[in-house]
């Protein structure tokens, strides 16, 4: 009889200033299954009050105030889990906080990879907040253009500064953790996509062309993937936060109010209540179109390079993504099929028993690292 090859993969661990995400897989030959999964969320409705007071009068009027991650409260969830929610060893692979990180385009001449990272400080230099020398820096290549009748390549930069990922590295390790590897959202939110192209699937196309959409209170990540090839991350600074100043003014209501009724929408999906939250979201179109704009002018981006490769599908993720109204509302603003999705689906070629989990996309694919 065949041994089986087991392979346990890290936990994928995604804390944010509102919430912490945790999941543990677990490869089993070609498939993968669910080890353990866990999310606490800390933000209530005055919470949401407070970062729109904190923005000067709401994110309408400026970007929000970056916030950080509270690692005291984080500690005794993370802590709590490993210990009795079935999760195995210590070893981790973490999120970087969006809050740190700086998604910069640049184009340049052709040239092979480790030219390509070799020129890249010289080339962000005065196009980052810090200097090119301080930071940690990835990129993604996005495809090619032509820029006045001259070849180039265009390059999507994700940098952070590297004392702020050395620090929130060691404040994890102090949450008793092995850190084994730093993700970025944009990113691994892709991966169980990724993974799930893995697939054998006859297509006359090649490869699935989808994109990404992580719906954040503060901002919002849009990626788009090809096959198992990340093409382009834009952050847009535009999220739900905004909107529940909109249904503050739309309804007359103090904003606390606003914040309470969208937190009742996203957590009680009945068909009462998203028939109501639909009326609603369509009532503010007029700043559902903001979001909606910043989309649709990543998908003509994209298209502009990728040859007429057309965009399949849209998948919605992110804890914003938990509310079904927001996106079904959203989704008539774009011309393409779109969906909740569901990471675990994704990752495991099946639904997950415990329903869809669009706010667990990046503690998986942190978890994924480790994966044939």
Partial sequence: MATRKRTLLPIGIHVTPDAVQMVQLCQVDDR??????AAHYFSAPSATLARLVAAGGGPTKGRPNRREVDYNRCRTFVRQKIAKDGFRGKEAVISLPAEHLVIQHVRMAPM??????????????????????????RHVMAGAVTEN??????????AAERYLVERHILAMTRLGLNVVGVGVEPCAMCYPYAFASQRPTPSPGGPRCLMIVHLGPDETHVAILRGQETTFVKGVDHGTDELIEAIAKEKSLPLEQAAEMVGRWRESPGPETFQEAVGVYNAISWSLERLADEIQSCIRYHASLSRGTPI??????????????LVSVLSTHLDIPSEIGDPLAAVKGEPDPDGVHPDMAVAVGLSLFGAE
């Fill in 149 to 158: 009748n001259e070849a180039k390549q265009d390059v999507i930069v994700l």
């Fill in 312 to 325: 399949d599908r849209i998948y919605f993720i992110g804890s914003e993504a938990r509310d079904r109204a």
């Fill in 112 to 137: 092979p990879p480790e030219e390509l990272a070799a020129a890249l400080p010289g080339e962000l230099e005065g196009k980052l907040p810090f200097a090119p020398g301080d930071a940690i820096i």
């Fill in 32 to 37: 993968v299954e669910v080890v353990s999964k």
